[in-house]
């Protein structure tokens, strides 16, 4: 081998390579875009923790049979005639 000349390593960058390492506004903007997507999905993971852990406190406490006026629960065929 030459003493003198140093050999490129595959590992390095060959060519003309600009050393400006900022993304572009496409990448911003994917990049903001998947970080909120990630936020989402945690505020999503969190909700769906709480109503795992306390499944009752999410549910109205008034029943659809709430509304009905002067019939009994479970009295529908005479409702509909």
């Not at 003198?4 to 060519?15: A, F, K, M, T």
């Not at 008034?62 to 005639?81: N, R, V, Y």
Request: charged share 15%; with cysteine; aromatic share 10%.
């Amino acid at each position: 081998m030459d003493g003198g000349q140093p050999v490129p390593s595959p590992l390095l960058p060959l060519g003309n390579v600009s050393s400006d390492s900022s993304m572009s506004l496409e990448q911003k903007t994917t990049f903001v875009f998947v970080i909120l997507l990630f936020i989402f999905l945690g505020i999503l993971i969190v909700r769906c923790f709480r109503i795992l852990l306390d499944p009752y406190r999410s549910m109205p406490t008034s029943t659809w049979a709430d509304g009905l006026e002067g019939l009994e629960k479970g009295q529908f065929d005479h409702a509909l005639a």
